[in-house]
């Protein structure tokens, strides 16, 4: 049989939607066809949201480590009490605690190598503050020593990334500085490359201020902070362009110029990422040396046990992390034996683009 990827699927909130998400998702056959899963989380939690929503045919096999796992089924870890209690539509500390205990012995069996990526079924950002970290990006920061990661939200018209993301509105400002835009573009930059092989990608970077500031009538970061670190991500090979008008670029369709987008807060770019890609997307955590995706959806603790939780979130949070472990795999086998790049007068040219490419680029996108 065809060697497939080991998934490891954490539960997340167990009074929230995810056991649904995660049901709806392993139920069809197809899962099984691509990956094999393996749910980080209780098979009694599993048959008691099973029986809430009343689904039939859906069965878990119980096993105690990946190298268990049987193929042509959905696995399961029990990793937490059998004695968890269940309060549907509620966040709880018990339910806290057990998204983290689950979550971090898939990252730990991720860390060991005996699975290849985590995909995430929705937990509550309070749960992080568990383990001291403001959210799930910081959480995940500190355990692989990185300084920093990015959520990269990923849909099938847009991907946007963050210079800021769980801060207070009123602490946006101070994180803006041209220092900070520029290291996210250098991440966004080389997960486009490495993750999505997008050879020369297009980053299109939104302003702060309304109107972009109208030449620093209603603000000046963007004359003094943004546009000086777009110029010098430019001189770097990096193709940043803007900054745009929140407005301007997501009311039509010139967002679909670019390869990926750079809000600069949180709201500024998931408000029109679920207005266009709706609740199907999914989230990559850039910036690690692991293979982590999570869903857009939440915990929705409102419909809960209703039966009408959307698995398209997790089921494209899990094609996302089969796609990325494979590109990041392909690219690095390329790297070993990298082929030399020709331009179409046939001179060997570097797949970063210089200072004079990036001009023609931009003044094609703004034509």
Do not use: W
Request: charged share 25%; glycine share 8%.
């Amino acid at each position: 049989m065809e060697n497939r990827l080991k998934i490891g699927i954490s539960h997340g909130d167990v009074n929230g939607i995810s056991y649904e998400l995660i049901i709806k998702m392993t139920a069809e056959n197809r899962i099984c066809e691509i990956c094999t899963p393996i749910l980080y989380g209780s098979s009694k939690v599993a048959a008691y949201h099973r029986k809430t929503l009343n689904i039939e045919n859906f069965n878990l096999n119980s096993i105690q480590n990946p190298q268990e796992a049987n193929a042509k089924r959905c696995n399961v870890i029990n990793c937490v009490d059998d004695a968890v209690k269940v309060e549907l539509g509620k966040e709880t500390q018990e339910g806290d605690e057990v998204a983290m205990i689950a979550l971090k012995e898939a990252l730990d069996a991720l860390d060991q190598h005996a699975i290849d990526a985590v995909v995430a079924a929705p937990q509550s950002v309070k749960s992080f503050g568990l383990e001291n970290a403001s959210g799930c990006p910081a959480f995940l920061a500190a355990r692989y020593g990185v300084k920093d990661t990015m959520p990269l939200l990923v849909g099938a018209k847009m991907k946007i990334g963050f210079v800021t993301t769980h801060i207070p509105f009123k602490e946006i400002t101070p994180h803006i500085t041209a220092e900070h835009i520029g290291k996210k573009l250098r991440m966004l930059d080389n997960c486009l490359k490495k993750d999505f092989t997008i050879r020369k990608p297009r980053i299109a970077v939104l302003g702060l201020n309304p109107h972009t500031g109208e030449n620093c009538t209603f603000g000046e970061e963007e004359q003094n902070i943004i546009l000086p670190a777009l110029e010098r991500a430019r001189e770097n090979g990096i193709m940043a362009l803007g900054p745009y008008a929140a407005d301007n670029l997501f009311s039509g369709m010139e967002f679909e110029k670019f390869d990926a987008i750079l809000a600069l807060y949180h709201d500024q770019g998931m408000i029109p990422f679920k207005a266009i890609e709706g609740y199907e997307g999914a989230v990559l955590m850039t910036g690690l040396p692991v293979v982590y995706t999570s869903t857009v959806t939440g915990t929705a603790y409102d419909i809960v046990g209703k039966g009408e939780a959307d698995e398209s979130a997790l089921r494209n949070a899990l094609y996302l992390a089969i796609d990325v472990y494979n590109n990041r795999l392909q690219n690095e086998e390329l790297a070993t034996n990298p082929l030399q790049h020709y331009d179409v007068a046939g001179n060997a040219n570097e797949s970063d683009m210089n200072v004079e490419q990036i001009a023609g680029v931009k003044e094609e996108i703004e034509d």
